[in-house]
């Protein structure tokens, strides 16, 4: 049973128009994270919330925000994604300690 | 500054023959070591970790690594290789006392197994 679920699995945008990725989660974990995966690169943190608090990376470009509006569900929003933000986009939850971070199978987004 | 190496891109391995991907950090003191997988279009799979203790630790899918401090390296390895386990390989680490989630992760290593 998958515990992470992200949707879309596949997304396309257009140049400049805004986009939101989804997260959701059943395992009741405190943490989530947003991580963007350029093609043949290493995961990169964007944020990560600790409950309701935001966590924002200092090289996190102000065109991705992110809401939790509760512990399950989790949104990256690009508000004018250009064609450098095409990537693998990563949630991933933690209960909080350094033990183990589940990962969602990812939303690939291409931006036309 | 911390860093995480993965010196080998690409390796290709025989089915059956032994494995080992190199991983070399930059910290300034032992952080925690973590070695994840990707299976192409999935997400990470955590494979084994090291806080403390035994220097060497076993993992999910027979691999195993090996701490050495002397040398800050943390190769990931496996006496035998199944085609199942070709994918992409990361490293990471993320200090001690550090936020939960800044994990630094290694560039990769693509795994291709020949059957």
């Known amino acids: 049973d998958a515990m992470v679920i992200q949707n879309p699995r596949y997304q396309v945008t257009q140049f400049g128009k805004p986009v939101t990725l989804s997260c959701s989660q059943t395992?009741?974990?405190?943490?989530m994270y947003w991580y963007q995966q350029k093609s043949s690169q290493a995961p990169k943190l964007l944020f990560h919330?600790?409950?309701?608090?935001?966590?924002n990376e200092a090289d996190t470009p102000d065109n991705f925000q992110s809401r939790r509006p509760n512990t399950s569900f989790c949104f990256l929003d690009i508000r004018s994604p250009g064609l450098g933000d095409a990537a693998m986009y990563l949630c991933?939850?933690?209960?909080?300690?350094?033990?183990?971070?589940?990962f969602g199978s990812g939303t690939q987004l291409s931006v036309l | 500054a911390q860093s995480v190496t993965q010196p080998d891109i690409h390796i290709t391995v025989s089915e059956g023959a032994s494995l080992e991907l190199r991983c070399n950090y930059s910290y300034g003191a032992t952080p925690y070591l973590f070695w994840y997988v990707q299976s192409p279009g999935q997400g990470l799979q955590l494979l084994l970790k090291y806080f403390s203790g035994d220097t060497l630790v076993q993992g999910i899918k027979g691999f195993e690594a090996e701490f050495k401090r002397s040398q800050s390296s943390f190769n990931l390895r496996k006496p035998s290789v199944h085609w199942s386990d070709a994918a992409e390989y990361f490293c990471a680490v993320i200090g001690r006392g550090s936020t939960l989630g800044r994990l630094y992760f290694g560039r990769g290593t693509q795994l291709t197994v020949w059957p």
């Open positions: 395992l009741n974990h405190n943490v």
């Open positions: 919330y600790y409950d309701k608090d935001f966590n």
């Open positions: 991933a939850t933690s209960s909080g300690t350094n033990e183990k971070l589940f």
